[in-house]
Protein backbone atom coordinates (compact mmCIF):
# COMPACT_ATOMS: atom_id res chain seq x y z
CA UNK A 1 0.00 0.00 0.00
CA UNK A 2 3.05 2.75 0.97
CA UNK A 3 4.53 2.23 -2.12
CA UNK A 4 1.43 3.19 -4.47
CA UNK A 5 0.80 6.05 -1.82
CA UNK A 6 4.68 6.47 -2.13
CA UNK A 7 3.99 6.07 -6.44
CA UNK A 8 0.87 8.44 -6.50
CA UNK A 9 2.90 11.04 -4.19
CA UNK A 10 6.10 11.40 -6.49
CA UNK A 11 3.98 11.11 -9.43
CA UNK A 12 2.23 14.90 -8.23
CA UNK A 13 5.52 16.57 -7.33
CA UNK A 14 7.54 15.50 -10.62
CA UNK A 15 4.16 17.35 -12.60
CA UNK A 16 4.98 20.14 -10.15
CA UNK A 17 8.78 20.18 -11.08
CA UNK A 18 8.07 19.89 -14.52
CA UNK A 19 5.62 22.96 -14.57
CA UNK A 20 7.90 24.85 -12.11
CA UNK A 21 9.30 28.29 -13.18
CA UNK A 22 10.84 29.77 -10.63
CA UNK A 23 13.68 28.32 -8.71
CA UNK A 24 12.24 28.41 -5.19
CA UNK A 25 9.42 25.93 -6.25
CA UNK A 26 11.40 23.93 -8.38
CA UNK A 27 14.09 23.05 -4.97
CA UNK A 28 11.38 22.64 -2.67
CA UNK A 29 9.35 20.13 -4.90
CA UNK A 30 12.47 18.16 -5.65
CA UNK A 31 13.74 18.12 -1.83
CA UNK A 32 10.33 16.78 -1.50
CA UNK A 33 11.07 14.07 -3.91
CA UNK A 34 14.26 13.38 -3.02
CA UNK A 35 13.03 12.73 0.77
CA UNK A 36 10.83 10.36 -0.81
CA UNK A 37 13.30 8.56 -2.60
CA UNK A 38 15.39 8.09 0.66
CA UNK A 39 12.84 6.62 2.53
CA UNK A 40 11.76 3.70 -0.25
CA UNK A 41 15.37 3.24 -0.79
CA UNK A 42 15.64 1.64 2.51
CA UNK A 43 11.97 -0.03 2.36
CA UNK A 44 13.79 -3.34 2.06
CA UNK A 45 15.04 -2.68 6.06
CA UNK A 46 17.49 -5.19 5.30
CA UNK A 47 21.73 -4.53 5.73
CA UNK A 48 22.26 -4.00 2.13
CA UNK A 49 18.80 -1.79 1.56
CA UNK A 50 19.74 -0.08 4.49
CA UNK A 51 23.49 1.08 3.48
CA UNK A 52 22.34 1.46 -0.11
CA UNK A 53 19.63 4.74 1.20
CA UNK A 54 22.31 6.18 3.73
CA UNK A 55 24.73 6.31 0.50
CA UNK A 56 21.93 7.88 -1.60
CA UNK A 57 21.09 10.49 1.16
CA UNK A 58 24.91 11.13 1.57
CA UNK A 59 25.22 11.99 -1.80
CA UNK A 60 22.21 13.34 -2.33
CA UNK A 61 22.72 15.56 0.96
CA UNK A 62 25.78 17.07 -0.90
CA UNK A 63 23.98 17.01 -4.61
CA UNK A 64 21.08 19.42 -2.84
CA UNK A 65 24.28 21.42 -1.57
CA UNK A 66 25.51 21.93 -5.29
CA UNK A 67 22.13 23.13 -6.08
CA UNK A 68 21.17 25.52 -3.65
CA UNK A 69 24.92 27.02 -4.14
CA UNK A 70 24.05 27.26 -7.91
CA UNK A 71 20.74 28.67 -7.32
CA UNK A 72 22.33 31.53 -4.99
CA UNK A 73 25.16 32.14 -7.49
CA UNK A 74 22.14 32.67 -10.11
CA UNK A 75 20.60 35.27 -7.93
CA UNK A 76 23.52 37.28 -7.20
CA UNK A 77 23.65 37.43 -10.63
CA UNK A 78 20.80 38.17 -12.36
CA UNK A 79 18.65 39.55 -9.29
CA UNK A 80 15.84 37.11 -10.16
CA UNK A 81 14.61 33.03 -9.21
CA UNK A 82 12.09 33.20 -12.09
CA UNK A 83 13.23 31.38 -15.05
CA UNK A 84 11.47 33.87 -17.47
CA UNK A 85 13.54 36.99 -15.91
CA UNK A 86 16.48 34.91 -15.70
CA UNK A 87 16.72 34.02 -19.24
CA UNK A 88 15.92 37.25 -20.42
CA UNK A 89 19.04 38.77 -17.78
CA UNK A 90 21.70 35.96 -19.26
CA UNK A 91 20.87 37.08 -22.40
CA UNK A 92 21.05 40.18 -21.89
CA UNK A 93 24.63 39.35 -19.49
CA UNK A 94 26.71 37.28 -20.93
CA UNK A 95 30.48 36.82 -20.00
CA UNK A 96 31.56 40.36 -20.74
CA UNK A 97 29.42 41.48 -17.65
CA UNK A 98 30.92 41.98 -13.96
CA UNK A 99 28.76 39.04 -12.56
CA UNK A 100 29.42 36.75 -15.91
CA UNK A 101 31.40 34.40 -14.29
CA UNK A 102 29.50 33.82 -10.88
CA UNK A 103 26.56 33.30 -13.73
CA UNK A 104 28.35 30.48 -15.14
CA UNK A 105 29.56 29.01 -11.78
CA UNK A 106 25.86 29.01 -10.75
CA UNK A 107 24.87 27.41 -14.21
CA UNK A 108 27.53 24.75 -13.97
CA UNK A 109 26.91 23.90 -10.24
CA UNK A 110 23.01 23.07 -11.21
CA UNK A 111 23.98 20.74 -14.02
CA UNK A 112 26.36 18.64 -12.25
CA UNK A 113 23.38 18.19 -9.42
CA UNK A 114 21.15 17.64 -12.54
CA UNK A 115 23.36 14.91 -13.52
CA UNK A 116 23.10 13.11 -10.32
CA UNK A 117 19.87 12.90 -10.52
CA UNK A 118 19.78 11.60 -13.97
CA UNK A 119 22.83 8.71 -12.87
CA UNK A 120 24.70 10.38 -15.78
CA UNK A 121 28.75 10.71 -16.13
CA UNK A 122 29.56 12.26 -13.63
CA UNK A 123 27.15 11.72 -11.13
CA UNK A 124 26.50 8.15 -11.98
CA UNK A 125 28.44 6.49 -8.81
CA UNK A 126 25.15 6.08 -6.60
CA UNK A 127 23.60 4.18 -9.31
CA UNK A 128 24.42 0.30 -8.83
CA UNK A 129 24.43 0.13 -5.29
CA UNK A 130 21.09 1.98 -4.54
CA UNK A 131 19.96 0.10 -7.34
CA UNK A 132 20.82 -3.17 -5.77
CA UNK A 133 19.39 -2.64 -2.51
CA UNK A 134 15.97 -1.63 -3.14
CA UNK A 135 13.00 -3.79 -4.03
CA UNK A 136 11.80 -4.10 -8.01
CA UNK A 137 9.04 -2.62 -7.47
CA UNK A 138 10.71 0.37 -6.13
CA UNK A 139 13.74 0.05 -8.86
CA UNK A 140 11.15 1.36 -11.97
CA UNK A 141 11.02 4.12 -10.42
CA UNK A 142 14.27 5.40 -9.94
CA UNK A 143 15.04 3.90 -13.57
CA UNK A 144 12.05 5.28 -15.49
CA UNK A 145 9.72 7.68 -13.36
CA UNK A 146 12.22 9.97 -12.14
CA UNK A 147 14.86 9.91 -15.60
CA UNK A 148 12.14 11.32 -17.66
CA UNK A 149 11.33 14.33 -15.12
CA UNK A 150 14.83 14.89 -14.56
CA UNK A 151 15.68 15.11 -18.60
CA UNK A 152 13.18 17.37 -19.20
CA UNK A 153 14.67 19.51 -16.46
CA UNK A 154 17.77 19.21 -18.46
CA UNK A 155 16.40 20.40 -21.66
CA UNK A 156 15.21 23.33 -19.53
CA UNK A 157 18.32 24.64 -17.75
CA UNK A 158 20.45 24.25 -21.29
CA UNK A 159 18.37 26.98 -22.52
CA UNK A 160 20.03 29.51 -20.11
CA UNK A 161 23.48 27.96 -20.95
CA UNK A 162 22.92 28.23 -24.75
CA UNK A 163 21.40 31.81 -24.19
CA UNK A 164 24.05 32.94 -22.29
CA UNK A 165 26.92 34.21 -25.49
CA UNK A 166 30.11 32.38 -25.36
CA UNK A 167 28.74 29.33 -23.36
CA UNK A 168 27.82 27.29 -26.81
CA UNK A 169 31.24 25.57 -26.66
CA UNK A 170 31.91 24.89 -23.59
CA UNK A 171 27.97 23.33 -22.94
CA UNK A 172 28.48 21.22 -25.69
CA UNK A 173 31.91 19.88 -23.94
CA UNK A 174 30.15 19.05 -20.96
CA UNK A 175 27.41 17.12 -22.82
CA UNK A 176 29.80 15.36 -25.21
CA UNK A 177 31.84 14.14 -22.05
CA UNK A 178 28.99 13.11 -20.24
CA UNK A 179 27.70 11.38 -23.15
CA UNK A 180 30.91 9.53 -23.56
CA UNK A 181 31.55 8.93 -19.97
CA UNK A 182 27.85 7.24 -19.54
CA UNK A 183 28.37 5.24 -22.81
CA UNK A 184 31.69 4.06 -21.62
CA UNK A 185 30.73 3.19 -17.74
CA UNK A 186 27.57 1.96 -18.82
CA UNK A 187 28.14 -0.56 -21.29
CA UNK A 188 31.26 -1.56 -18.97
CA UNK A 189 29.15 -2.26 -16.48
CA UNK A 190 26.38 -3.71 -17.54
CA UNK A 191 28.83 -6.53 -19.41
CA UNK A 192 30.47 -7.21 -15.70
CA UNK A 193 27.56 -6.81 -14.24
CA UNK A 194 26.72 -10.15 -11.84
CA UNK A 195 22.94 -8.68 -10.80
CA UNK A 196 20.12 -8.01 -12.17
CA UNK A 197 19.49 -4.83 -10.72
CA UNK A 198 23.45 -3.98 -10.93
CA UNK A 199 22.77 -4.87 -14.63
CA UNK A 200 19.71 -2.21 -14.99
CA UNK A 201 21.55 0.46 -13.30
CA UNK A 202 24.69 0.52 -15.66
CA UNK A 203 22.18 0.32 -18.64
CA UNK A 204 20.50 2.88 -17.24
CA UNK A 205 23.40 4.84 -17.40
CA UNK A 206 24.13 4.03 -20.72
CA UNK A 207 21.01 4.67 -21.80
CA UNK A 208 21.27 8.13 -20.98
CA UNK A 209 24.37 8.44 -22.52
CA UNK A 210 22.59 7.82 -25.68
CA UNK A 211 20.16 10.60 -25.18
CA UNK A 212 22.39 12.94 -24.57
CA UNK A 213 24.13 12.00 -28.32
CA UNK A 214 20.53 13.91 -29.48
CA UNK A 215 21.72 16.98 -27.55
Known amino acids: FEI ?23 YLVLE ?9 ATRTFSYGGVESG ?35 A ?9 NGILLVVGLILILMAVFFKLSAFPGHIWTPDVYEGTTLEVLWIFAVLAKYTFFVLLLRFLTLFYLTPGMEVATNFWIATSCLGSLIIGAAGAFLATNVKRFIAYTGINQMGFLFIGL
Open 4 to 26: MLFTLTVTFLMTMLIEAWNFIIF
Open 54 to 88: LKYYSLGALTSVLLLTGILCVFVATGSTDFLVISL
Open 32 to 40: GISLIFYTI
Open 90 to 98: VKALGLSAS
